[in-house]
């Protein structure tokens, strides 16, 4: 098979004195988001997918948030380490779709920002990468504004 799909989904609460990081960008908001690393659900989500595309397991298999050496790391950094997984597999990307899920702030000014920290990241075109925000018309936990979700699926393609 010459192609493979992923899935992945990443949940944090927000909370008080933590920075706000989705793609990479830091967002403007009182809240940000609590988590062993920088808790980037977007990012996180997409490293899943591409994990998932190849049965290679969760983040967290490789990035154990108790181990104090993923203390707030960077989500870019650990996207860039399974990428480089991913390709010395003999795969690389064809593309990513993804969705964020949270009801303030309004994402839509940090979208294409996102998008090229990822791109960059990845060694990928901009295009390459899609990003939607929605929100979770005031329902459960997103809804209430207690975290904030993100899903996101990868088509890998052999090399």
Same mark, same amino acid.
């Given at each position: 098979?010459?192609?493979?799909?992923?899935?992945?989904?990443?949940?944090?609460? &927000? /909370?008080?004195?933590?920075?706000?990081?989705?793609?990479?960008?830091?967002?403007?908001?009182?809240?940000?988001?609590?988590?062993? +690393?920088?808790?980037?659900?977007?990012?996180?989500?997409?490293?899943?997918?591409?994990?998932?595309?190849? +049965? &290679?397991?969760?983040?967290?298999?490789?990035?154990?948030?108790?181990?104090?050496?993923?203390?707030?790391?960077? @989500?870019?950094?650990?996207? @860039?380490?399974? *990428?480089?997984?991913?390709? @010395?597999?003999?795969?690389?990307?064809? *593309?990513?779709? +993804?969705?964020?899920?949270?009801?303030?702030?309004?994402?839509?000014?940090?979208? *294409?920002?996102?998008?090229?920290?990822? @791109?960059?990241?990845?060694?990928?075109? +901009?295009?390459?990468?899609?990003?939607? =925000?929605?929100? *979770?018309?005031?329902?459960?936990?997103? /809804?209430?504004?207690?975290?904030?979700?993100?899903?996101?699926? =990868?088509?890998?393609?052999?090399?």
């Amino acid at each position: 098979m010459n192609i493979r799909i992923g899935n992945g989904y990443d949940i944090h609460k &927000l /909370g008080t004195q933590r920075r706000l990081i989705l793609g990479g960008v830091d967002i403007p908001h009182e809240l940000g988001l609590i988590g062993h +690393s920088d808790a980037d659900v977007l990012t996180h989500a997409i490293m899943d997918a591409m994990l998932g595309a190849l +049965s &290679l397991g969760d983040i967290g298999h490789y990035f154990p948030p108790d181990d104090p050496k993923w203390a707030g790391a960077d @989500s870019l950094v650990l996207l @860039s380490q399974v *990428n480089q997984l991913v390709r @010395s597999q003999g795969w690389q990307i064809g *593309n990513i779709d +993804s969705v964020i899920v949270a009801e303030r702030p309004k994402l839509k000014p940090h979208i *294409n920002t996102m998008r090229d920290r990822l @791109s960059a990241t990845l060694e990928l075109k +901009s295009d390459q990468i899609g990003i939607k =925000a929605t929100t *979770n018309e005031k329902l459960g936990p997103v /809804g209430r504004e207690e975290g904030i979700a993100a899903y996101a699926v =990868a088509l890998l393609v052999r090399d």
